[in-house]
């Protein structure tokens, strides 16, 4: 049964709102959950057709696949904050299965890598196939812990929680977000093979080495370094779980509802203005769109000048390409792994990333393969003798630029052969790689940039907000506070990129609105897990 309302213009003229959250993303559920939990009137308005944002599902003839939800680290560990979140926001009702202690493999043209869950596994597997490098491992998980220490406590800063006029980050922290991941692991070793496989999963953040900052690299290394899971039934039920929490508290979801602008009377939010022209006023307006789709799009040009100046030259993060894959055969019968495949040309992230720029028909840069119906426990009952299958790769927005402003699935020909190339490209990777899957496809579909940006009004097609570069750290209007009095941001653009930076982007949004800190309330009485060795 779909989630939410559809949009009928009598149906919300003239109501008003404790507060009014833009998009149905995870940052903007999880906000809503949080709030309605604190007795708040909350209306969640979507402009697509379905809720969940980067979380919902599409089916396509006898198949199901995620867009967005690929692994999530930590939430297995139920002491771990992320699992304590899930659980409190959802009332335990999102069940969470654990993948294989193998979470991610790593792929060269000479060689395969296993990233393995825990500190201790994960250093050894590496020290077997890096036995010269044993103390540049321990050094460098060292470093990560280090890296991050000051991420949680600076979000959770009074400063942070407030507004932008303060930093929020220690000097420690500061100082390693200003250097890239290369700078970083240049100081450790100079050993191209090992860099290569430690910094294999920069397509989680969407930056190769040299672009990256280290802290954002280390905070993916660090929600990982446990394991990962995959939500029981699939990436809707995220959303399944939590919308009829926010319904049940007095909330309303509704859909086909596009937001135009964010009402501001007397320098404060006060609401919202729909496409079609409906006012609604709420005391609050929390926004999921994303900071530039907020500042820019939004807002009145002269509402929040620092973030303007912030973020008017700063850059979206990656855009991809996803081939959608379908099977009549299980996984079991094909035997798929759970764990997540990443498929390289060479170890130099950087110069592959670059040649492709120069070249779109030079190698991929990167193949990112993902197997959701063999990692979703609920999968075979749901479908059986089906399976899905995800290949992404990184893909610029500028390889499809000719096409912008023409509409979904009516971009031509030529569109549509360039589509058909990248395909069959990743369909040979996925084909090479994993050979059980050979010429067995019984459907495929590639979305390209212009389809995300369809779908999320993203303008570059960019999947994980903004750069992750050591700029972004800097900026002070990357918090749940805005300039405009009774506006708020969330989503991955306050914290990090990912389901589980959308999911703590909520509880901190919620924080603000409500001025009370609700990771104290409701997570804090467990201490923050140390992943050190030994």
């Known amino acids: 049964m779909p989630l939410g309302e559809p949009y009928r213009k009598a149906a919300l003229q003239g109501e008003s709102y404790d507060v009014i959250v833009i998009g149905s993303g995870i940052g903007g559920l999880w906000s809503a959950a949080m709030l309605a939990k604190a007795h708040q009137k909350v209306l969640v308005l979507e402009r697509h057709y379905v809720v969940g944002g980067f979380s919902h599902t599409f089916r396509r003839k006898d198949f199901v696949w995620d867009v967005g939800v690929h692994y999530v680290g930590d939430v297995h560990r139920r002491r771990s904050t992320l699992r304590k979140i899930s659980d409190y926001v959802t009332d335990g009702r999102l069940v969470w299965s654990r993948m294989s202690d193998v979470y991610d493999t790593v792929i060269f043209p000479d060689g395969r890598y296993d990233l393995v869950a825990g500190p201790g596994p994960f250093q050894e597997s590496l020290n077997r196939q890096f036995p010269e490098e044993r103390e540049t491992l321990a050094s460098y998980l060292k470093l990560v812990n280090r890296s991050t220490a000051g991420f949680f406590v600076g979000k959770l800063s009074t400063a942070a929680l407030q507004g932008p006029a303060e930093p929020c980050y220690d000097e420690e922290f500061l100082a390693n977000s200003r250097i890239t991941t290369m700078e970083a692991l240049k100081g450790l070793t100079n050993n191209q093979r090992l860099i290569g496989v430690l910094t294999s999963q920069w397509g989680n953040y969407g930056h190769p080495p040299s672009e990256s900052s280290f802290v954002t690299h280390a905070l993916f290394v660090k929600h990982y370094m446990y394991g990962a899971a995959y939500p029981a039934g699939g990436a809707g039920s995220i959303a399944q779980a939590v919308v009829p929490l926010i319904e049940a508290g007095g909330g309303r979801i509704i859909v086909h509802a596009d937001v135009q602008e964010i009402l501001i009377a007397g320098g404060k939010a006060i609401g919202v203005k729909l496409t079609d022209g409906t006012e609604i006023r709420s005391k609050s307006v929390v926004s999921n769109a994303g900071a530039l789709n907020t500042i820019f799009q939004l807002l009145p040009e002269s509402a ?19 081939l959608y894959v379908g099977f009549n055969e299980s996984d079991e019968a094909m035997g798929l792994p759970q764990a997540n495949y990443w498929i390289y040309p060479d170890y130099d992230h950087d110069r592959n990333v670059e040649r492709y720029l120069r070249d779109p028909d030079a190698p991929l840069p990167v193949t990112y393969v993902s197997f959701p119906s063999a990692k979703d426990p609920e999968w075979p009952r749901l479908h059986p003798g089906k399976a899905s299958i995800q290949a992404l790769t990184y893909t610029p927005h500028d390889f499809f630029q000719q096409w912008k402003g023409t509409r979904w699935k009516r971009r031509g020909a030529d569109y549509e052969a360039l589509k058909s190339r990248i395909a069959g490209r990743l369909l040979a990777e996925l084909y090479k ?6 010429d067995k496809a019984a459907y495929y579909e590639l979305s390209t940039p212009l389809s995300t940006s369809h779908f999320t009004n993203y303008q570059h097609g960019e999947i994980y907000g903004l750069e992750h570069t050591p700029r972004r ?11 405009v009095p009774n506006l708020f941001l969330t989503g991955q653009d306050i914290w990090t990129a990912g389901v589980g930076g959308a999911m703590l982007s909520g509880v901190l949004t919620a924080s603000a609105v409500l001025d009370r800190n609700l990771f104290k309330e409701v ?7 140390v992943f050190l060795p030994g």
């Open 304 to 322: 929040a000048p620092l973030a303007r100046a912030e973020l008017s030259d700063i850059r979206p993060a990656a855009s991809h390409c996803c």
């Open 433 to 438: 790689h994993v050979p059980a899957t050979r």
């Open 473 to 483: 750290y800097q900026l002070r209007s990357l918090r749940p506070r805005t300039e």
């Open 523 to 529: 997570i804090m009485e467990t201490a923050q897990t």
